[in-house]
């Protein structure tokens, strides 16, 4: 029986399903493959920690040299995270010959097109599904299924902690921070969750689908960002009243030989098809100029979910290994396309204000809108603690309002008006609207 050595750099949450998979499933995976695996070295920190899976001990090291420059080992599965040391083991790897499986969307977002350039030189796979929305094959499905049509938008639900923190704020009422913490130890944040709530994971994950599928080489820096650490459990009931649900969406739209791309809390309507992902699922829709729409989903974090598609490209390496034909598919970023002005995008928002309850307050507000060109959709205003509103001081309400689409740079100019006005208290919170639904 042929066997195939491989390295784990990281034994954390994906480390140990992916050994896991490689334990339990040894037998299809020979069948598939015509190879056995063999876990020949595993890269921790800690040589001392409880492990959730036995492996023999002599495999495990805390000095990287010892996988890296094994020999023996074909393909290195990196499941460690970090960015400039990862980086320079997996370019060290490359350099050995070795085949690259890796999780981790912070350094395919930054230097994808680096490492790609060397793999290519090398004759080496760098394979990364697991590294955007977790168990769903979605950058397969670009770089292949989808790879002869002209795919004008990618749009959805990529980050699972922000979107378990979401829905469970919106079913149960739940705290923000109780939430979080479940969300860690169910192994789904990053390990500084600050990735996640700040939107800066959902942002690299577009930038990495967006680089796919316009062929253009879209990075981190180039998406606009913005979390759910603003979403209050008050914008979440106005949501509902108004007939929507809060995401966070990741969204990469090709027009005119631009490309947007921007993470941001969004309102979806109740019957949009990504109203309805909620927990820990994640959902990518791709529109193309031949396919239409097509919707991807499944979860997208967690031990098992995302090793499948980390096992997914080891299969496909040892594939490739088998047929000679290892580096076949390296960087198509090859169109070099205008990123669009932040300024410039065009969306319906939700605007949450406190201000004075008395005559001529909301014919102000309006007033502002009305000069920035934006045009209101509908308005609600509630006043006192008796609507829920804690903030209100007596003779205070709590205003919003959702507007037509409007450019981004009119609304801010506006809201900044709105929040001079003498009998407005504070603007809350402005968030963008999503349209259409079923
Ligand atoms: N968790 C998830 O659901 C998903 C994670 N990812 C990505 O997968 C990667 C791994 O995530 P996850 O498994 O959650 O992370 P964990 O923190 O659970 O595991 C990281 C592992 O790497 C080891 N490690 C970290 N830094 C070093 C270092 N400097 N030297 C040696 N070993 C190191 C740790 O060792 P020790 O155990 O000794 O501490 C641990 O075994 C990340 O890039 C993440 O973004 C992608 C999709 C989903
Ligand atoms: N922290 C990430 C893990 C998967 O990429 C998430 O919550 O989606
Ligand atoms: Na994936």
């Known amino acids: 029986m042929e066997t195939i050595k491989v390295g784990l750099l990281g034994l954390g949450t994906v480390g140990t399903g992916v050994a896991r998979i490689i334990k339990?499933?040894?037998e299809d995976l020979f069948k598939k493959t015509g190879y056995h695996i063999e876990i020949k070295k595993v890269l921790v920190k800690n040589l001392n920690k409880k492990r959730n899976i036995e492996l023999s001990e002599d495999i495990f090291t805390d000095n990287p040299l010892d996988v890296i420059m094994d020999k023996d080992i074909q393909v290195l599965i990196e499941v460690m995270g970090g960015i400039e040391e990862t980086k320079k083991?997996?370019?060290?790897?490359?350099?050995?010959g070795k085949h690259i499986v890796t999780a981790n969307k912070d350094l395919i977002a930054i230097s994808g097109q680096e490492l790609f350039e060397l793999a290519d030189q090398k004759k080496c796979d760098l394979m990364y599904e697991a590294a955007v929305a977790g168990a769903i094959p979605i950058v397969r499905a670009l770089k292949?299924?989808?790879?002869?049509?002209?795919?004008?938008?990618?749009?959805?639900?990529?980050?699972?902690t922000t979107n378990y923190i979401l829905s469970k704020m919106t079913q149960e009422g739940a705290d923000f921070a109780d939430v979080l913490k479940e969300a860690q130890e169910l192994g789904y944040a990053e390990?500084?969750?600050t990735s996640d709530v700040e939107g800066y994971d959902a942002a690299r994950k577009t930038a990495i689908l967006a680089s796919i599928a316009f062929s253009s080489r879209v990075t981190?820096?180039?998406v606009n960002v913005e979390g759910i650490t603003?979403?209050?459990a008050r914008d979440i009931a106005y949501a509902k009243d108004l007939g929507y649900v809060i995401k966070l969406l990741g969204v990469a739209k090709r027009e005119n030989g631009q490309i947007e791309v921007r993470v941001n809390p969004t309102f979806i309507p109740n019957n949009h098809p990504l109203a309805a992902v909620n927990g820990v699922y994640n959902a990518v829709f791709v529109k193309g100029k031949a396919l239409g729409d097509a919707m991807f989903y499944g979860r997208g974090a967690g031990e098992l979910p995302t090793a499948s598609a980390?096992?997914?490209?080891?299969?496909?390496?040892?594939?490739?290994?088998r047929s000679n034909s290892n580096g076949r598919i390296g960087c198509t970023c090859y169109h070099d396309k205008n990123i669009k002005d932040i300024n410039d995008i065009v969306s319906k928002s939700y605007i949450r204000l406190l201000a004075k309850d008395e005559p001529g307050v909301l014919a102000g507000v309006t007033r502002i809108l009305g000069e920035n060109n934006v045009s209101v959709e509908s308005i609600i205003q509630r006043g006192g603690r008796s609507?829920?509103?804690?903030d209100c001081a007596t003779g205070e309400a709590e205003v919003v309002l959702v507007t037509h689409t409007v450019r981004h740079e009119q609304l801010q100019k506006a809201t900044k008006e709105i929040g001079k006005l003498a009998q407005v208290a504070r603007v809350y919170n402005i968030v963008r609207v999503e349209e259409g639904g079923k």
């Open 191 to 193: 390990a500084d969750p």
């Open 24 to 26: 339990e499933n040894q």
């Open 310 to 321: 980390v096992m997914g490209d080891v299969v496909e390496v040892l594939r490739n290994i």
């Open 387 to 390: 609507a829920g509103c804690e």
């Open 144 to 160: 292949e299924s989808l790879a002869a049509d002209d795919i004008v938008e990618v749009m959805g639900i990529l980050n699972g």
């Open 220 to 222: 981190f820096d180039d």
């Open 89 to 96: 083991h997996i370019i060290d790897a490359i350099n050995q």
């Open 230 to 232: 603003k979403i209050s």
